[in-house]
């Protein structure tokens, strides 16, 4: 009995040994690597990652099945998205190209002029007729010749022929002492308004000799008072010189100021929208401030450009006598009459230049009848268009009534 239950011991303890065996192999079977291989053309063949089955204990004692080939998927490579395209500027206007012939307008004076000539070029870009010429010089003025000689620079302008035109805007730069003769003399002093109005004459003459039509630019409010009274002395010395040397001078100090006639640095634009007019030193223009001058100047130069080529004659009423020759007192002679020219004058050679005289002791006109006396409003037949209610009856007038006493 003892040898019997020792073999059955023996025989139950083999076959816990083979089941644990067995359950190891199982337990093993169930880690199997994924596999993975790669092909050509950026592709991918990945093994389906499905759970391998399980092995049971008839696959151990009769065989495993052959399990079926891996499914296996195309991955295509995956596409970058193209970049969204960065904001731009709209492109600019295609730029016109300018006639051979086209009229020159020069823009002189000091870094205002500079602002202007650019809004000129803007306001005039799609004129083929017209070109604008910049020379305007930083920190210059009529005072300190020393430093930029204006009537100087002038005279080569003229002598080049280098424009048709003249647009002056000059005088921030004009509120210090005046150097001349080994003199010196303080802003807007005796002396110093003599010597200065001395250099304008000679500007503006130089351009009435050479016939060159010329727009002088006012100057407009400054924000610090003090500086912005002695502009406008300055400037009102422009205007009289602007007057007597023949020149056109535009005032815009009342379209920059406000509703009391003082500074403002906000305005109308050119829409008739506010916006800022000047820079923040209270003297320059703003972008749009420097448009609406170049639109003012386009209004002014309407008496001789209208799109072509400059075509004006000045009118004086003492050329072609003994007395053209002489210095014009202001107000009065060149420039100060402006027709556009049709004609030349027509001139007989052999015949004498008329005196001056003869202006004063000529005779005054004949004065001519009206064409259409006021009184015959009143003898207006009835049925024409001007009896208003009121005519005279043809058959009354042909017969007159007597009236029996």
Not at 3 to 17: D, I, Y
Not at 107 to 131: H, K, M, Q, T, W
Not at 201 to 211: H, V, W, Y
Not at 223 to 244: G, K
Request: include cysteine.
């Amino acid at each position: 009995m003892v040898k019997g239950g020792n073999c059955s011991l023996a025989e139950m303890a083999m076959k816990r040994f083979v089941l644990c065996c067995l359950v190891s192999l199982v337990v093993l079977a169930d880690f199997g690597p994924a596999w993975a291989q790669p092909l050509t053309d950026d592709r991918m063949l990945v093994a389906q990652a499905e759970q391998p089955r399980r092995r049971t204990l008839f696959d151990l004692l009769f065989g495993e099945e052959p399990e079926p080939a891996p499914q296996v998927r195309q991955t295509q490579p995956r596409q970058q998205a193209a970049p969204a395209p960065a904001a731009a500027l709209p492109p600019p206007k295609p730029a016109i190209d300018k006639a051979e012939d086209a009229t020159r307008l020069a823009v002189f004076g000091d870094s205002l002029a500079i602002d202007l000539a650019r809004a000129l070029e803007r306001f005039y870009a799609e004129d083929p007729n017209l070109v604008v010429v910049e020379q305007g010089v930083s920190a210059s003025g009529f005072v300190r010749d020393d430093y930029f000689d204006w009537n100087a620079a002038l005279a080569e302008q003229i002598a080049a022929d280098s424009f048709d035109l003249a647009v002056v805007i000059i005088g921030i730069n004009d509120n210090q002492d005046l150097n001349t003769g080994g003199q010196s003399y303080e802003p807007l002093s005796e002396g110093w308004t003599s010597a200065y109005q001395a250099r304008l004459n000679t500007f503006l003459e130089q351009l009435r000799a050479a016939r060159k039509p010329v727009i002088w630019m006012g100057m407009p409010p400054m924000s610090r008072s003090q500086y912005s009274a002695a502009i406008s002395q300055i400037s009102a010395l422009h205007r009289l010189a602007a007057f007597s040397g023949g020149a056109e001078y535009l005032d815009i100090f009342d379209r920059f100021a406000d509703e009391e006639g003082k500074y403002t640095s906000h305005g109308p634009d050119v829409n008739g929208q506010n916006a800022r007019m000047r820079k923040d030193d209270g003297i320059h223009f703003s972008s749009a401030g420097s448009d609406k001058l170049a639109f003012y100047i386009s209004q002014a130069m309407r008496s001789f450009y209208r799109g072509g080529r400059v075509s004006v004659a000045v009118v004086d009423p003492l050329q072609g006598t003994d007395a053209a020759a002489m210095l014009r007192p202001p107000f009065q002679g060149l420039g100060q009459i402006r027709l556009l020219e049709v004609a030349g004058t027509v001139m007989p050679l052999g015949r004498a230049p008329e005196r001056a005289g003869d202006l004063l002791t000529a005779g005054a006109p004949v004065s001519t009848p009206a064409a259409f006396p006021l009184e015959s409003l009143l003898e207006a037949p009835v049925g024409r268009v001007d009896a208003f209610g009121v005519g005279v009856s043809p058959a009354s007038e042909a017969e007159p009534v007597n009236i029996a006493r």
